[in-house]
């Protein structure tokens, strides 16, 4: 997964992990979800390309 949020912002902290946990959580283990990068990684608004290009299997943005 890369997300939007930078490490040490609570979307990031707190949200991005719930996720993470209840995917894995949900398939009993057999799915984790690992966080890849984030801003500094790809910048925030240029996020889909690389999801939808499959670098990603996953993305965490912002609905702005």
């Known amino acids: 997964m ?3 949020w930078a490490d ?3 979307l990031a902290d707190v949200g991005d992990a719930a996720v993470m946990k209840a995917i894995e959580d949900a398939s009993n283990g057999r799915i984790r979800v690992v966080r890849a990068g984030g801003p500094e ?3 925030t608004f240029q996020q889909l390309v690389p999801v939808r290009d499959g ?4 993305g965490s943005t912002t609905i702005a």
């Not at 670098?55 to 996953?58: C, E, G, K, T, Y």
């Open 8 to 10: 040490g912002i609570a």
């Open 55 to 58: 670098l990603f299997q996953m």
């Open 41 to 43: 990684s790809v910048p």
């Open 2 to 4: 890369i997300s939007s």
